[in-house]
């Protein structure tokens, strides 16, 4: 059904289809996607933001940073996660072409997107941004100045990750320059891309490699093994000033996963075992990396000069004894260091719990003391969705939110940030691990929704001015205004705007640019082609901006207009071009 009037902010289209039950923190989300769209940008069409947990007063403001995507039919970047699309021997699924025509048409469009905590869209970077997929999207310090960068590059099908190049873009959403790797490797993987104040990015790399699997069954004289490396590279130059390899310090045995269709059989280039799959790494203050290895379960601490390993937790060669995991993590993502010093070292990570086959009941964020000396690890805190939970076969992110922590092994504070990768959640917890926020953006069938990770930023931290214009739509709400001259007669004109990607605006003012009113005609429902203004219009009204899309409707008809957006001190900020009305035929 067709949930807007025709003077909404927005139109949504939602489809309801019997739905399996779900666990109380699930939305009554519908069985296929839910996306908004826009009558100022009829090209964007957006992933819907439903709350099932919404505490105003605990929920920090800021802007939420996704990567949706629709997951490719042979697309495997969660290796061992089991998504993509698959078809239905249901008879009641359709044929194999019209599954297939379904699931495109209900399809996110993958890109890098910023949403507001209320679940309005700021920025959709959906072709803008570049194509195929996204991963990674952060506010960083480059050149002394917030920029966002992505990865932007294609999944490989089988274990092969993906391949592309690390993007960093300005504040008017212009791409300043690209990051790739170097040494004659692989092109950039999405499982880790991160920019350094220093001018500097960290990028993970699926190399793969000839290695003898004769060992395992591979019968070929040249077995094939994904490599999993990262690399330090200056940005200007494209220098490489650092590079780990994990086969220069871990072996096959250690691996959680064996040679087979997920994790790859061995036998050639493109269908390497991927035994290590790296997909975390961090420099830390004094030098050295934080590596996490989701085939291995294991968390490594690395040596920024020699790259020798200093220190496991986890895996089949752990050095720390976990105190109080029930059971330990197992296929993690997200390893992060949250505090440090010479004897202690806090860290998050997300638990995924399962990768196709659980070890867990339920995925969850956690935060681990580690006591170097003594050589212990204990969890400090996990954060988990209510209910039994959710199970979250690949991907994830946790996020300590600002504090003022200065105590290793002290309370996470004030909130932590979790997106459930795979699955299309994000929710914010207090300490305590209470949910004050759990939003869903997609369905949870088919892999039609998810987001590598997610994270959460200050509303400050990101204040951006497009180099596009606003955007507006027109429209009048009765056929007979084409032949009318006059502003009045119980008629009335809708305007539609909207600026992608504008951040600093609070309100839209609205002019008419028709001269008085007098119409050119064509109600037989085409739109009517731009034209220049006249001097400065006639001006009708002003109204507070109302999410991604503002809507505003003047008595009467005006037969063109434009709209202007302004600042919290009245400055204006941009105006969109002149654009006639359209007006229906019926």
């Known amino acids: 059904m067709l949930q807007a009037s025709f003077f909404a902010r927005g139109v949504a289209l939602l489809f309801y289809f019997h739905t399996t039950t779900q666990a109380a923190y699930q939305t009554n989300y519908p069985s296929h996607n839910l996306n908004t769209t826009y009558y100022s940008r009829p090209d964007i069409i957006a992933p819907k933001f439903q709350f099932s947990v919404y505490d105003e007063d605990s929920v920090i403001p800021g802007y939420i940073l996704l990567t949706p995507a629709t997951q490719g039919i042979e697309s495997s970047f969660g290796v061992g996660g089991g998504g993509g699309f698959s078809f239905s021997n249901d008879p009641g699924s359709g044929t194999p072409q019209a599954q297939l025509a379904a699931y495109y048409a209900q399809s996110i469009q993958n890109g890098p997107y910023?949403?507001?905590?209320?679940?309005?869209?700021?920025?959709?970077?959906?072709?803008?941004?570049?194509?195929?997929?996204?991963?990674?999207?952060?506010?960083?310090?480059?050149?002394?100045?917030?920029?966002?960068?992505?990865?932007?590059?294609?999944?490989?099908?089988?274990?092969?990750?993906?391949?592309g190049q690390g993007v960093i873009m300005d504040s008017s959403y212009r791409i300043v320059t690209s990051v790739t790797a170097g040494l004659g490797r692989t092109s950039n993987d999405g499982h880790e891309y991160t920019v350094l104040e220093d001018g500097t990015a960290i990028t993970t790399i699926y190399q793969p490699?000839?290695?003898?699997?004769?060992?395992?069954?591979?019968?070929?004289?040249?077995?094939?093994?994904v490599e999993g490396i990262f690399q330090r590279i200056d940005i200007q130059t494209g220098s490489v000033l650092f590079e780990w390899r994990s086969l220069d310090h871990t072996t096959l045995a250690e691996s959680y996963f064996p040679l087979n269709v997920t994790s790859g059989v061995g036998a050639s280039p493109d269908n390497p075992y991927d035994y290590f799959h790296i997909n975390a790494v961090e420099l830390d203050q004094y030098g050295n990396y934080l590596v996490s290895s989701r085939h291995?379960?294991?968390?490594?601490?690395?040596?920024?000069?020699?790259?020798?390993?200093?220190?496991?937790?986890?895996?089949?060669?752990?050095?720390?004894?976990?105190?109080?995991?029930?059971?330990?993590?197992?296929?993690?993502?997200?390893?992060?260091?949250?505090?440090?010093?010479?004897?202690?070292?806090?860290?998050?990570?997300?638990?995924?719990?399962?990768?196709?086959?659980?070890?867990?009941?339920?995925s969850s964020g956690m935060l681990i003391s580690l006591n170097l000396p003594s050589k212990t690890a204990a969890l400090t805190s996990q954060f988990v969705l209510p209910d039994s939970g959710i199970l979250t076969t690949s991907r994830g992110s946790v996020?300590?939110?600002?504090?003022?922590?200065?105590?290793?092994?002290a309370p996470l504070g004030p909130n932590v940030f979790i997106g459930w990768g795979s699955q299309p959640f994000v929710s914010e917890h207090k300490p305590d691990g209470s949910p004050v926020l759990i939003g869903q953006f997609g369905a949870t069938h088919s892999a039609l929704a998810l987001s590598y990770r997610a994270f959460k930023i200050g509303r400050g931290e990101w204040v951006a001015s497009p180099l596009s214009t606003p955007a507006l739509w027109m429209t009048a709400n009765n056929s007979n205004s084409s032949n009318s001259s006059s502003h009045s007669g119980g008629f009335s004109t809708a305007f539609y705007v909207s600026w992608n990607g504008a951040t600093e605006v609070v309100a839209w003012r609205f002019y008419s640019a028709d001269g008085g009113g007098n119409s050119t005609g064509a109600g037989n429902g085409t739109l009517m082609m731009p034209a220049a203004a006249q001097g400065?219009?006639?001006f009708l009204g002003e109204v507070a901006r109302g999410g991604f899309e503002t809507a505003f409707v003047a008595a009467g008809f005006y037969a063109a207009g434009f709209a202007r957006a302004v600042d919290k001190q009245g400055k204006v900020l941009g105006e969109s071009p002149v654009r006639r009305t359209y007006v229906p035929s019926q």
């Open 536 to 538: 400065e219009g006639g």
């Open 399 to 409: 996020q300590a939110l600002p504090t003022n922590q200065t105590s290793p092994g």
């Open 114 to 163: 910023i949403f507001d905590t209320s679940g309005e869209l700021v920025y959709s970077g959906f072709g803008s941004a570049g194509g195929f997929n996204f991963d990674n999207l952060k506010v960083a310090q480059y050149q002394g100045k917030p920029h966002l960068t992505y990865f932007n590059g294609d999944d490989q099908t089988g274990p092969s990750g993906s391949r």
């Open 209 to 225: 490699v000839q290695y003898d699997l004769t060992p395992y069954g591979v019968k070929e004289p040249v077995g094939w093994v």
């Open 296 to 362: 291995l379960s294991t968390i490594f601490y690395l040596s920024g000069t020699t790259g020798s390993v200093i220190w496991r937790l986890n895996g089949k060669n752990s050095t720390f004894t976990l105190l109080n995991f029930h059971p330990p993590f197992a296929f993690q993502h997200d390893a992060r260091i949250r505090s440090q010093n010479t004897t202690h070292m806090q860290i998050s990570l997300f638990d995924n719990g399962s990768s196709g086959k659980p070890t867990n009941s339920s």
